[in-house]
């Protein structure tokens, strides 16, 4: 970027404007954004080199225990628990797979919608709204997954609604997967957790 020449700055269009043209607030609003982004890059940063350090730390423990044991610790998906010999801190390794779904899914819908036209009035409300909000997508274009996954936990004695849900069973697809790192404490062994906050909108 071209150096700004002083007592000027740029404005969102990259023009130059004289500094005694800004309007205090502005000048003050660019100063306080400034500062907020600076701590968040910083912060940023941190959680990176903590991430990387975690799994670097529990892959040399891991690493240990595979020499004198000759195996890893956790199941074929890589959760896993780690916890302090007190008993007072824990930390979680979860693997999470990213669901998508195939063209099944429209047959689905067509046997679902099926039951709920043929069931008419006798069809509870809840369901149809389930039903609704399941096959509805939402503003990003994505499938309501919640919903998808709620309709098949309803035991329903229809044949065309059991296809239904099979259909929805063989069009999910593993498109990849995320690992989330979970860290918790607690003061006695008989308290429950308490979850250590690094999420920004949970904190």
């Given amino acids: 970027m071209t150096p700004t020449p002083e007592g000027y700055v740029r404005d969102a269009k990259g023009r130059l404007v004289p500094v005694s043209l800004v309007k205090p607030q502005h000048a003050l609003e660019s100063e306080v954004v400034r500062k907020i982004i600076g701590y968040a890059r910083e912060l940023s940063e941190q959680i990176a080199r903590f ?15 595979g020499q004198e044991y000759g195996l890893t610790k956790g199941g074929k998906k890589g959760n896993k628990t780690f916890m302090t010999f007190d008993g007072l801190l824990k930390v ?4 999470a797979d990213r669901i998508d779904f195939g063209p099944e899914l429209q047959i689905a819908k067509g046997l679902v919608d099926e039951c709920l036209n043929e069931w008419s009035a006798d069809s509870r409300p809840e369901i149809r709204e389930i039903v609704t909000r399941a096959f509805n ?13 709620m309709l098949l936990r309803l035991d329903i004695d229809d044949d065309r609604w059991r296809r239904g849900m099979q259909a929805i069973r063989d069009a999910m697809r593993v498109v990849g997967s995320k690992t989330y790192i979970r860290c918790y404490f607690r003061a006695d062994c008989n308290d429950a957790w308490t979850a250590i906050t690094i999420d920004l909108a949970k904190a």
């Avoid at 991430?51 to 225990?65: G, M, P, R, V, W």
């Fill in 92 to 95: 979680q390794v979860q693997v």
């Fill in 137 to 149: 997508t939402d503003k990003a274009g994505q499938i309501n997954r919640t919903d998808i996954f």
């Fill in 51 to 65: 991430k990387q350090h975690t799994f670097t730390d529990l892959s040399e423990f891991e690493a240990l225990l």
